[in-house]
DNA sequence: TCATGTGAACAGATTCACAGCG
DNA sequence: CGCTGTGAATCTGTTCACATGA
């Protein structure tokens, strides 16, 4: 954000909308599929049912690409995936560090859909002098003294973080300073990075704590008939916490059961 | 769907906007490091700077939970941490089933903010019989034919698929069928499903892509300012596939095979 | 006085529905 | 005629700014 954003209303403009450019890499694994079944063309219809949209947004995200589809016929499948691969800016390749070689971080180097489009793991960088040299899914870890060299002499722009929390924001800064411009991040924490670079995350706990969300709604309303139950039945849990009320004496503090905390 | 009311009108419904929801783990991270540092209280300048948002956003997070702050003051930690917990149903315990025991499946299994709140790797499955009892993490593989029995003899809802995407659509028609309800699915394929069960995906490929595409973006920016390819034809790179003429021989015929349609 | 809580303005994304073209 | 492409309507989410109440 804050960047010189004021105008830019031209013809096909640059502009093209964030939940579209987070969904082309779904028409574009849909459409590779066909590709590789050579299906010659799609409607927008059969796409989007591939892809998991409905058809109407899947035009729309297109028409901010431009006119790739042919009235009355549908889309060239071909076509497509090399205007998208393009927009997405997979027709070149992009090196990757991958820093913090655990578990995670292994499988991570080892996942196929990396090296599929246009991504290609330049190294692997962790603290530990123990893993140096050890190769990993075929690749030799590196030790995290080298990251600003390796950074510079591969050119690399993308970094992932897969270490633990504790270290990730120096992780991060260090990243930055030696030019990464795109992080994804792996470790249960929020990065602070300048402007300019972009971050995104990749949380397993967050996930699962919106499907226990949207889990104890369905629980709750299953007890209901039908009817969506409104205003009912709340505070149906155990153990009750004092709220914030301070009248009397201080402390409210009933600890009972404040979940565990979270790790490193 | 099935909530027929299109109002959504007085007071304080249940309706918690998606958004909102999806920030409320990330709330809860930072108080829970705050309630560790014994904070007792935060105003929501400090809570949103923890939290990588802005205070205007949580404030306006938090007015759909209820009105658990104090003017002039600011929040309780504790009491928060706790009424956060209660709406993402973290106050209860959620058995999970990992199924797809490779690299990625190994790690998540391992990975410690799993335990932390509220969820518990109830079983570990795949589908390799030479896995079969094996301890991952410390928790014994098992085979997938047993997946519905423990599925039911646990009352797990929850579901993780880390299979190859291959099978990762009929995985997760054994975990419905067999009464799950909610699925994180770490494989690159759409999963459809019935009416009622969530889905939350996870998928490396689609994160870098995005970042890919902002990558370029900036790459581009810094050269010259205005670059609009319009028309395909700029990087010679590679095979430049055709426009969709469908000159001569015309039949694209909409016969052969269908598509990947799933019903659904 | 101070920071919350919230109506109202704004911005962004989705859906509708149909014009337009092959 | 069928399907794309797109304005307009709608819905969802964010930001503003200030009344409210401890």
Redesign the interface.
């Known amino acids: 954000m804050a960047t010189g954003r004021t105008h830019r209303p031209?013809t096909?403009s640059?502009g093209i909308p964030e939940a579209t450019?987070?969904r082309?890499?779904?028409y574009?694994?849909?459409l590779t599929?066909?590709s590789e079944?050579s299906?010659?063309?799609?409607s927008s219809e059969?796409l989007a049912?591939?892809?998991?949209v409905n058809s109407a947004k899947l035009r729309k995200d297109f028409s901010y690409l431009g006119s790739?589809?042919?009235r009355g016929?549908g889309?060239?499948v071909?076509?497509l995936?090399?205007?998208i691969s393009?927009?997405?800016?997979?027709?070149?390749d992009?090196p990757?560090v991958i820093v913090g070689i655990?578990?995670?971080g292994?499988?991570?180097a080892?996942?196929g859909?990396?090296a599929?489009?246009?991504?290609r793991v330049a190294a692997l960088i962790d603290a530990d002098p123990a893993m140096a040299g050890k190769p990993v899914a075929g690749i030799p870890v590196q030790h995290s003294d080298d990251l600003e060299k390796i950074i510079h002499d591969d050119g690399v722009?993308?970094g992932v973080i897969a270490t633990p929390a504790g270290v990730a924001q120096q992780v991060c800064d260090r990243l930055v300073a030696a030019g990464v411009?795109?992080?994804?991040n792996f470790a249960?924490t929020?990065l602070?990075v300048p402007d300019?670079v972009?971050v995104?995350k990749?949380?397993?706990?967050?996930?699962?704590?919106?499907?226990?969300?949207?889990?104890?709604?369905?629980a709750g309303e299953e007890a209901g008939g039908?009817n969506?139950?409104?205003?009912g039945a709340e505070?149906p849990?155990?153990a009750m916490?004092?709220?914030?009320r301070s009248t009397g004496s201080g402390r409210?503090?009933p600890?009972g059961?404040?979940?565990?905390?979270?790790?490193?």
């Open positions: 031209a096909r640059r450019v987070a082309l890499p779904l574009l694994r849909a599929a066909l079944r299906v010659p063309t799609v059969e049912a591939a892809a998991g790739y589809g042919t016929v889309y060239d071909e076509y995936v090399y205007q393009r927009e997405l800016g997979l027709t070149q992009w990757v655990g578990n995670l292994a499988a991570l080892g996942y859909g990396f599929s489009r246009g991504f722009s993308i411009t795109s992080i994804l249960p929020v602070s300019g972009d995104r990749v949380d397993l706990s967050i996930e699962l704590q919106i499907l226990a969300f949207h889990e104890q709604r369905k039908e969506a139950p409104e205003t505070t849990a155990a916490p004092p709220a914030p409210k503090g600890d059961d404040v979940p565990a905390v979270m790790p490193a």
